[in-house]
């Protein structure tokens, strides 16, 4: 029985552990081992523990002893997904099957586990593809009644925040004198004096090492996913840390196919600008030209 036992165990296609009531773990599968980073045979016999997050402990040793005394079968997807501690202290979104095993007069349960990392990675691509498409719908609707440019541009900036769950928003000019600066002409969102401490060029020289002035000067969508540790990104590193900025996207506003400026959206989320996201984004700067465009005339009408 025990060797037919731990021959499934080892058959098994996902992640299995073999664990007694005192939360020992007697014994895990090849695919246990490399989903929690661990060599052959380093898991058996070691606390359950060990793959726990220690913020977790307490509520998972209550939930061991609550399956003891009632031991029955928990099938995946019956609300208990967790969070699993590898070997490098990293965490790893799983979900739990679990099954009382009888052995002689002790229960054991099997645990099955099962990565969903690549699940919760296409669920997060959702939501953001979805937030800059309602931020774009927002967007065309100013640029369809909004006949004043800088109306237009605080608009399309509070829609970010607003509609789009960005952190904050903001519009530059690029200026054409000599220290070649970039001037906020808009801005919504959590800023707490970021802005006006901002003093960024677009040039070849000054302070152009940030995401705004790339992308000024290439006419080129600039995605920095990794603001803190980025060392394009040292000269707002501090400000966007005490901010809660962890990504940005500066897109380029063309008009007459010269450069005007950029627009820089900031997220709270490290790697925020997946490139579905970026093509949505790209195609919304464009749509923002066009009412940039459309205000310039009816001002030179009037």
Not at 221 to 246: E, F, H, T
Request: with cysteine.
């Amino acid at each position: 029985m025990r060797d037919h036992l731990l021959t499934i165990l080892q058959h098994l296609p996902s992640a299995a552990l073999l664990v007694n009531g005192k939360g020992m773990i007697l014994r895990v599968n090849q695919a246990a081992e490399q989903l929690f980073g661990y060599g052959p045979g380093c898991l058996d016999n070691q606390s359950l523990d060990l793959l726990v997050p220690k913020d977790r402990r307490e509520l998972h040793a209550e939930l061991l002893y609550d399956f003891y005394k009632n031991p029955s079968v928990c099938p995946r997807g019956t609300g208990l997904p967790r969070h699993g501690l590898r070997q490098d202290g990293s965490l790893v979104p799983v979900d739990i099957a679990l099954a009382p095993v009888h052995w002689g007069e002790e229960v054991l349960f099997l645990a099955s586990l099962y990565d969903l990392t690549l699940h919760k990675q296409t669920e997060l691509e959702l939501r953001q593809v979805n937030r800059s498409l309602r931020f774009q719908s927002k967007v065309n609707r100013a640029v369809a009644h909004v006949r004043d440019e800088l109306t237009l541009l605080q608009e399309v900036c509070q829609a970010a925040v607003e509609a789009g769950n960005y952190r904050m928003a903001w519009v530059g000019v690029a200026e054409h004198d000599s220290d070649k600066k970039i001037r906020p002409v808009a801005f919504h969102g959590f800023n707490n004096g970021f802005i006006e401490k901002l003093n960024i060029t677009w040039g070849e020289t000054g302070n152009n090492l940030t995401a705004m002035g790339e992308a000024i000067r290439s006419g080129q969508p600039i995605v920095r996913n990794n603001i803190l540790g980025d060392p394009q990104m040292s000269p707002c590193r501090a400000d966007a840390k005490q901010r809660g900025y962890q990504s940005v996207i500066a897109l380029p506003l063309k008009v007459q196919d010269t450069v005007w400026g950029a627009m820089a959206l900031f997220a709270p989320e490290h790697a925020a600008f997946t490139p579905q996201e970026c093509k949505v984004l790209t195609e919304l700067a464009e749509d923002l030209c066009y009412g940039i465009r459309a205000c310039s005339q009816v001002s030179v009408q009037e």
